[in-house]
């Protein structure tokens, strides 16, 4: 849009590159021109604005289709002005020379003629199309069909208008049908769902039974295993009490042995003591045997004093001391003698 400054005589017009201006004075154009800025006398001046930056419109119509289904369509068509000179022709864009705004609504023209055209070709394809069919083609057949429509329309390039681009947003039925249209689906969905869990839950009891009888078989072969083991401890217990058995017989054995050695190596002791023990008691009584009596009265005397630890009395009657002083008084003789 223009911006106009005011003043007493003259005033002040500055517009956007983005604008074509066209300057009028007596009914001639006297300036063309994108952003132009200049003074001009509001009684003999006249100015059209057109845009020349590209414009999007917003499609959205209603149909039916062959089989008496109604068709939502949206879409944006984008537009340009390729020959402006052409189109300040055909569609006024004067404005307004005090406030800068157009006096009618030219881009309102614009965008009501590409809607018609869009929804001529659009009602019309989907006229000659049943609704599953319309959908199965969906957006890119109809953004095609729009577009090679809008690029062929003459009325268009007469205009100096361009179409960009064509963009098709959706289509669809009405929320009643689409309700329908999605119940087989959901149904399917929920179906698919259905045996998905039920083949998940029969997966997992079937992983459950696998387990069970997994340890199942890991109880019975622990029990095996257990089994074999008191088995071995049984054995081992046994082959234990065997050898104990017989080692205590070997001990018993050893011991009744050591004890024969030991009662037949004491017996020969004892019977070599005594044997030496009578020897010498042959030797002493054959020493004995040829000493004279008085000697062994003598020997016999010290040998019973020995034994006594004292002596309260003593009796020696003449029987006992004539053989003595007979003999000693012999002893004496013999020695004088000699």
């Excluded at 300036?31 to 509001?42: I, K, M, V």
Aim: aromatic share 4%; net charge negative; charged share 30%.
């Amino acid at each position: 849009m223009a911006e106009i400054r005011n003043y007493p005589v003259l005033r002040h017009l500055r517009s956007e590159p983005s604008m074509q201006v066209v300057r009028y004075r007596k009914g001639a154009a006297v300036q063309r021109g994108r952003g132009l800025a200049f003074w001009f006398h509001p009684l003999s001046t006249a100015v059209a604005e057109v845009p020349m930056d590209d414009r999007q419109l917003t499609l959205t119509f209603q149909g039916v289709s062959l089989d008496f289904q109604e068709v939502y369509v949206q879409g944006v068509v984008t537009w340009r002005v390729i020959d402006p000179n052409v189109l300040v022709n055909r569609l006024d864009f004067h404005i307004a020379l005090d406030s800068g705004r157009w006096a009618s609504e030219p881009l309102q023209q614009v965008a009501g003629l590409l809607t018609r055209v869009s929804q001529e070709i659009a009602l019309d394809w989907i006229a000659e199309r049943r609704l599953a069919d319309v959908l199965a083609e969906g957006v890119s057949a109809l953004r095609e069909k729009i577009a090679e429509g809008l690029v062929g329309e003459p009325g268009l390039a007469e205009m100096g208008l361009e179409v960009a681009t064509v963009r098709i947003s959706s289509v669809r039925p009405s929320s009643e049908m689409e309700k329908a249209l999605q119940t087989p689906v959901r149904e399917a969905i929920q179906q698919s769902a259905d045996e998905a869990l039920f083949h998940r839950r029969a997966s997992a009891v079937e992983k459950e039974r696998a387990i069970a009888e997994n340890e199942l078989q890991n109880q019975i072969e622990l029990a095996k295993r257990e089994e074999q083991l008191i088995d071995q401890q049984g054995a081992n217990d046994r082959s234990k009490a065997r050898d104990e058995t017989e080692a205590e017989r070997i001990r018993v054995e050893a011991g009744a042995e050591h004890k024969r050695i030991s009662s037949q190596a004491e017996a020969e002791s004892l019977r070599l003591i005594e044997g030496v023990r009578v020897e010498v008691e042959q030797q002493m009584m054959g020493i004995y045997r040829n000493l004279p009596r008085e000697v062994m009265v003598g020997l016999a005397l010290r040998e019973f004093a020995s034994k006594l630890d004292r002596i309260d009395h003593l009796n020696i009657t003449p029987d006992l001391l004539s053989p003595l002083l007979g003999d000693l008084l012999g002893a004496a003789t013999r020695r004088l003698e000699a």
